[in-house]
């Protein structure tokens, strides 16, 4: 693994790194590729949902040393992230879905918003920090339908709870960072907004891979509700690349990396419902795709995308993977899992050839 690995994670060795919501989808697969690359990896969250079936495999192989911890509590996540100490900090604890903000309104903006002002109050008390990456969403970005990218610097909000809480938290970073967090020498901090990622180990209900992996298991038709809707569709080790390069970078040169950031594909990942699940169903070997619109859904965006411009061009990222590669390999995930290999053999497979992607 070592011979694969880039220059900027080499950074990582022997480094102790804390995820906050190690348990859900992106954090269980930032845990594995922290240790891949030899980072000393501790996490908060709640205890582990049947919807993820990645990290009690991570558990198992002393991946990550996790703690239940709900971010609501201030007091319980100051002592959680005090003792372990970490050098960086990627904070993905949230309530991550539209349709259920819709249902649990007051429990999104409390977790969203009230429990990331938690991990902000920790982050500021702690002296061990160097580098803090506090994702969001390209949901908090005032959604105006644009047929082009939204920017860093363009206006956040949202018509939905999850969309809105994302937008508020980005306001309490901003004003954490500007009254307290760039006044310590030696503390980086940025907020990042990332596209729709997909891949292996997301369970969750109400998603269209997830939903659309279910079905063709079961062998039954993909069902979508809103197939036009239009999202930039990436690889969740993309994203995740570009915060571990940002986190490297902030550590380096906190006053020149900190602020804002978008990690989204390329213009030719931006497509509908429908190509996804096309797609999908492609790579699994077969499959029916059935439309039935939900006429008394919830509101949700029928367009959306970012410009990564500014992560081009002064962080070199780009993403790896484009949209056949990033459908295929979520795919060839599920499949290589119900075909009888562990969720962590795939997952430590993809993250070997994503890092050879990545070198020079």
């Given at each position: 693994?070592?011979?694969?690995?880039?220059?900027?994670?080499?950074?990582?060795?022997?480094?102790?790194?804390?995820?906050?919501?190690?348990?859900?989808?992106?954090?269980?697969?930032?845990?594995?590729?922290?240790?891949?690359?030899?980072?000393?990896?501790?996490?908060?969250?709640?205890?582990?949902?049947?919807?993820?079936?990645?990290?009690?495999?991570?558990?198992?192989?002393?991946?990550?040393?996790?703690?239940?911890?709900?971010?609501?509590?201030?007091?319980?996540?100051?002592?959680?992230?005090?003792?372990?100490?970490?050098?960086?900090?990627?904070?993905?604890?949230?309530?991550?879905?539209?349709?259920?903000?819709?249902?649990?309104?007051?429990?999104?903006?409390?977790?969203?918003?009230?429990?990331?002002?938690?991990?902000?109050?920790?982050?500021?008390?702690?002296?061990?920090?160097?580098?803090?990456?506090?994702?969001?969403?390209?949901?908090?970005?005032?959604?105006?339908e644009w047929p082009w990218g939204y920017?860093?610097?363009?206006?956040?909000?949202?018509?939905?709870?999850?969309?809105?809480?994302?937008?508020?938290?980005?306001?309490?970073?901003?004003?954490?960072?500007?009254?307290?967090?760039?006044?310590?020498?030696?503390?980086?901090?940025?907020?990042?907004?990332?596209?729709?990622?997909?891949?292996?180990?997301?369970?969750?209900?109400?998603?269209?891979?997830?939903?659309?992996?279910?079905?063709?298991?079961?062998?039954?038709?993909?069902?979508?509700?809103?197939?036009?809707?239009?999202?930039?569709?990436?690889?969740?080790?993309?994203?995740?690349?570009?915060?571990?390069?940002?986190?490297?970078?902030?550590?380096?040169?906190?006053?020149g990396f900190s602020g804002a950031w978008?990690?989204?594909?390329?213009?030719?990942?931006?497509?509908?419902?429908?190509?996804?699940?096309?797609?999908?169903?492609?790579?699994?070997?077969?499959?029916?795709?059935?439309?039935?619109?939900?006429?008394?859904?919830?509101h949700e965006a029928t367009l959306l995308?970012?410009?990564?411009?500014?992560?081009?061009?002064?962080?070199?990222?780009?993403?790896?993977?484009?949209?056949?590669?990033?459908?295929?390999?979520?795919?060839?995930?599920?499949?290589?899992?119900?075909?009888?290999?562990?969720?962590?053999?795939?997952?430590?497979?993809?993250?070997?050839?994503?890092?050879?992607?990545?070198?020079?």
């Amino acid at each position: 693994m070592e011979s694969v690995v880039s220059e900027a994670l080499k950074a990582y060795a022997g480094k102790r790194v804390l995820v906050t919501g190690d348990t859900g989808f992106k954090g269980s697969w930032l845990c594995l590729w922290l240790s891949e690359i030899g980072a000393e990896v501790s996490g908060l969250a709640l205890p582990v949902k049947p919807s993820n079936v990645l990290f009690p495999q991570l558990e198992k192989a002393k991946v990550v040393r996790h703690v239940d911890c709900d971010i609501r509590d201030v007091e319980t996540t100051r002592k959680v992230i005090h003792d372990a100490r970490p050098e960086f900090v990627f904070h993905m604890a949230a309530q991550a879905l539209v349709r259920l903000s819709y249902e649990q309104p007051q429990e999104t903006f409390a977790t969203n918003l009230l429990g990331s002002v938690n991990v902000l109050e920790a982050v500021r008390s702690s002296d061990s920090i160097r580098a803090l990456v506090y994702i969001t969403s390209d949901k908090a970005y005032l959604n105006k339908e644009w047929p082009w990218g939204y920017r860093e610097n363009d206006e956040l909000g949202g018509h939905d709870p999850y969309s809105a809480s994302k937008a508020c938290a980005e306001l309490a970073f901003t004003a954490y960072r500007e009254s307290f967090l760039k006044h310590r020498p030696g503390l980086g901090a940025a907020s990042t907004r990332a596209g729709n990622v997909i891949g292996g180990g997301d369970r969750s209900a109400d998603r269209i891979i997830p939903d659309a992996i279910r079905a063709l298991e079961a062998k039954e038709p993909i069902v979508l509700r809103n197939p036009t809707a239009t999202r930039p569709w990436q690889h969740v080790l993309d994203p995740l690349y570009g915060y571990l390069k940002l986190a490297v970078a902030l550590s380096r040169d906190p006053k020149g990396f900190s602020g804002a950031w978008n990690f989204g594909p390329g213009d030719g990942s931006i497509r509908t419902v429908d190509d996804l699940a096309r797609q999908a169903a492609a790579a699994w070997g077969g499959g029916k795709i059935v439309h039935k619109p939900d006429l008394i859904a919830p509101h949700e965006a029928t367009l959306l995308h970012l410009s990564s411009a500014k992560a081009n061009r002064q962080l070199n990222w780009y993403a790896q993977w484009d949209f056949q590669r990033a459908v295929a390999e979520t795919a060839g995930w599920y499949r290589a899992v119900y075909e009888g290999e562990t969720p962590l053999e795939v997952s430590r497979r993809q993250i070997a050839s994503h890092m050879k992607a990545t070198l020079p």
